[in-house]
């Protein structure tokens, strides 16, 4: 089963060059960049904290992206060690700047498919819509870009999915706690 997964992994990784353009390039490039350290999402999270009927949906996706970075970044990622694809292509068939870090899962899929359940729990379908897609073309774009496996993407959804949909009732437990205190001390 392992080796099938890694003969997937390389024939996609091989055949996906087909799809290479100047503009593909930059549009990807530009589309990995804003999955780059969450930061579409930390941003999509400033927005809704202005307004308070979206401040705690906010507050849950730095919550979920949190878990996600600690599981994901914290933990897999060590302990599989899986080499980037970008490691072993030629310098000039590189696209963007290898990664310094371990290929598995993908940590920007994971943080954007962690933002994707918060939002299909808490908010309404014009908002986490748009959300699946752009999640699902950042997780795309790190294959196009050569910097992962579609196994470290498929491991990034799961992993994102898990821990954004356990953060909602975690946060909301979180939350009724800290009432609790406040209303001890008041």
């Known amino acids: 089963m392992l080796n099938r997964i890694i003969q997937l992994d390389n024939s996609i ?13 930059l549009f990807m490039s530009i589309i990995t960049k804003l999955g780059s350290g969450a930061m579409i999402w930390f941003v999509l999270s400033a927005v809704m904290l202005i307004q308070i009927k979206t401040a705690r949906t906010a507050v849950n996706i730095m919550f979920g992206l949190l878990i996600t970075l600690i599981m994901g970044e914290g933990f897999i990622k060590h302990a599989v060690k899986r080499i980037r694809p970008s490691e072993i292509l030629p310098e000039e068939e590189q696209i963007v700047d290898p990664p310094r870090y371990y290929s598995f899962p993908s940590g920007h899929t994971a943080s954007s498919f962690s933002v994707v359940a918060v939002t299909i729990l808490r908010c309404s379908p014009w908002v986490f819509i748009p959300v699946i ?53 008041i």
């Open 133 to 185: 897609i752009l999640a699902s073309t950042i997780g795309f774009s790190r294959i196009y870009l050569r910097v992962h496996y579609l196994s470290d993407v498929v491991g990034g959804v799961i992993l994102g999915l898990t821990c954004g949909f356990l953060s909602v009732p975690l946060w909301s437990a979180v939350e009724k706690g800290l009432q609790s205190l406040v209303g001890a001390l």
């Open 13 to 25: 990784i091989k055949n996906i060059k087909r799809l290479h353009s100047r503009g593909m390039n």
